[in-house]
């Protein structure tokens, strides 16, 4: 059942929307090209995605969430995982404190009191996400003052096909024609991307979203603007529930110690602590101390007390590492090092490490526990120091990480909602997006400057490992202060982890002897070994001569790989005429050489 | 990417003799690429499909064909539990948790201590998805308070825990293999009984790389590392996990105190007799180990070959030495030898050389006597005679064997010519002035 009649494409009014087991968010690209995050008509912008009925009322968002207390049995949450799903192959973990899942012939189904005077109704998955998908619709039509009728939609990157077409379905059935669905991280990234600052430069992303029950990490390589994903890990079993958990216990603790009850054992008890505790935590992230205010908390005791951030971070320090080791694990799953994750380019000699300017690395944080400010900084610590952690405690003109995917899902649907629904499917078809990527990096041998005045040449990269092809790069060397004929080695290239051990320093005795207990400490901190990366020359592929170059000049070279791994190289003198011109041909093709 | 990206490094130089008819050679191609997809996503993406659809419409085999190629990197969620649950094990009281084997609770019974914490993870929810009691609830099948669950649920809190994990794995008696017995072993198969053993006490290792059996093959050093390293194991086993629960209330801190200090002696105890249990096990080995048997014949081999090189060196230096004295006698003989013969020779020359002076001597005094001393007249006088005799005499003492000889010749031939006889002799003595060897007035008779 479709509301509304068939629309053609010149008439798709779209939106995008992130769709969360805990919150959901709408987002609309206005004409000035900005993506905005659109408050519902209760001023939230981050909605719970839970549904609750009270006397045949249906709640959203917010209010239902706060009946979570009152009604659990009727009120219906963290049920997007569940869509598209095998009841056999769902985790009802997450809705224990809220209507439970059941079978409805293979699918789930929630058994809930939805219409005044009856008996409960089995209302399936799919349903109660038709009837959230049409309240966030809705709330982005009154917001816009104009009739939504379209949208794209963020998915986890391991969604299987059921469960796209189950989405896909829903929506439908609500009103809104899909016009794409996009990966959660890739939108998060987008959001970052399309931001009018940002330059487009070859760059490896790794995007944390860390939501309420579930997280997941993606290794992003973006190349020329196109992003290839690398390796994704998911934890389903860690989220801010887990940090909730650490609050909830840490309170029902102080108020056992008054009262020698735990309120986690009475249920509505549990469910107020869960609600307040989470609001406590979420005042950690910006103050240093947060309050826990209950009004009959348990056994009609009103409850308040306070807990400082520092204790928290303590409390939570394992979760905190659970965390770190997610997106540890999704870098080394990429066959990277977080090393990689990094915008120098280490040279052999140590001293001179030069930065590529227009390479970079980021880790990007999304999902509201992402706000947390110490997975941040503990991040920082894991990363190299020149990689950006984009949060809001550690970097300051991060996005908020609740908005990014509304926020991606909307840019992308600015540039889609143009064409027909036909054209969109074949501009995604894997005929399209399957593509070849350099499975090495591909650079020239240049000087590295060293305090030993010239050395031997290294290999530096210039296209990326993990390019998508057909690409093109054009990159500028230096000639040496003498000028004259000088050396072009095209070849691949393969980075390396090499670990140095320190020298053990000789102590200094400068002040007479006298060291104090912190000078110690940092000493032995200088002693842990150096990790970094040195490339390699894998295979040569080319070498040009540049005969009588001008002193002082640049030398400019153009690679174009074709998709089929054939490339055309020219190299050049800037500002002198003529230079070399040549083709490589493709692997396993045999021609006669010529261009 | 249009611009162009400037790196501030400098090319090298054109090396010496490097040569090209148009200045460029090509050394190979590309490695083959990874096919994997990009993300429909974004302008340069859109950029990128307008190009490569070109207007065309591709078909579902094409999608088929073009997602086969592709690299996956989303693993299969599989939900099959592959082990089998047994009845008695789902019918657990979750509160004797201590009893449990948590790797059997988890389907983990194959890997038990290598079990990994990814795998320990999927293992739980496998079994998440299947015992939830939310959807036993709902399908009606009530486990009387959830007790498998929370089976599920301590045994994953375990193996997680690093620290717990190792409690647990040092008393997993499922994991021991146990040492072969003498009949096993009588029929020979010693690596292939022992390796197991020594495979699973190795868990215990706080050192990583801990050295293994091997095999036949093994080398002295190999085989003297491994019997080191294991009768210097250094365990981490410990045996907490069989402490007696100490009660947790405040009312009997006397009884408490005992139970902790029993505990704490039982664990003592447990590790001592673990590190014997170990030595033991070691000592069996050792002492069915044949290439220990092996190596000691190889050894005393060894020392009889040395033994034998030793004596022949000996002899053989001996013989050297004796063969050198011998020739040093030799030589020494040859040497005096000839030493004498020279002698003699010398003495026989002396002799003749003295004969030939005495003749010669007697030639000159004759010479002067047979023109009777330069007498003018008749007899010479006794004092003439003994003048001449005196200057001759001074003469002949003052000249060397050979003048003498060479005198004595030239005076033979003068035939009594009295005025040649005494020219030759004056001609000597001013020849002996002249080299100082005689003065003018000691000469009396030949001027
Ligand atoms: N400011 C904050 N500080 C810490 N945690 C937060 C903050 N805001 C939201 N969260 C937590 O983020 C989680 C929800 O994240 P979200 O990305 O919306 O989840 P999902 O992806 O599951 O829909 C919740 O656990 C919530 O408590």
Redesign the pocket.
Known sequence: MSEGPAVNAAEWFAIGISF????SSIAYTGPDGKAEVIANEEGDR?IP?ILSYVDGEEFHGTQAKLQLIRNPRDTVAYFRDYLGKDYTSIDPTPCHQSAHPQQSDSAVAFSIHDANDEGPSSITVSEITTRHLRRLKQSASDFLGKAVNAAVITVPTNSSAAQRGALISSAKRAGIEVLQLVHEPVAELMAYDARPETVVVDKLVVVA?L????SDASVIASRGGMYTILATAHDYEL???N??QIIIDHFAKEFMKKHQIDPRENERGLAKLKLEG?AT??AL?LGTNATLNIESLTNGIDFSSTINRTRYELLAGKVFSQFTNLIEQAVKKAGLDVLDINEVCGLSQAVHCYTRKTHESQVILS???S??PKLASRLQSIFPVTTKILAPSTFPTALNP?DLAARGAAIQASLIQEFDKEDIEQSIHPMVTVTPHLSNAIGVRLLSPSVLGESSPDFQPLIDVETALPARRVTQYRVSNTGGDVLVRVCEGVREIKTIKPIPKPKEDTNGGETDADSELESDEEEEEIRQIVWNESRPIAEIALKDVKSGSKVEVVVNINSDLGLQVTARAIGSRGGVRFAVDAPNVTSDGSI | MATAEVIPLTLPPLPEGWNAEKDFKILGTLSNATQRNIEPVGPHFLAHARRKRHRRTFSEDERIQAQERVKKVEEEEDNEISEPEDPIMLSRDAKDWKGQDHYAVLGLSKYRYRATPEQIKRAHRKKVLRHHPDKKAASGQDDENDNFFKCIQKATEILLDPAKRRQFDSVDEAANVDPPSKKQLSKGNFYKLWNPVFESEARFSKIQFVPMLGDESSSKEEVEAFYNFWYNFDSWRSFEYQDEDVPDDNENRDQKRHIERKNANARRKKKTEDTARLRRLVDDALAVDERIKKFRKEERAGKDKRRLEKEAEAKRLAGEKEKARLEEERLKKESEETAKAEREQNKKAKEAAKNAAKKNKRVLKSSVKDVNYFSKSGEASAAQVDAVLDDVELIMNKISNEELASLATRLTGMDKDAAAIKTIYATAARKLIEEGKLREAEIKTFF
């Open positions: 969360g087991n805990s919150n981050q995605s979203d939501g309420g029950t579930r989220g801010g529930a940090l909730d989470e935590k979420k992230s999902g509201g526990s706000h947390t609740s």
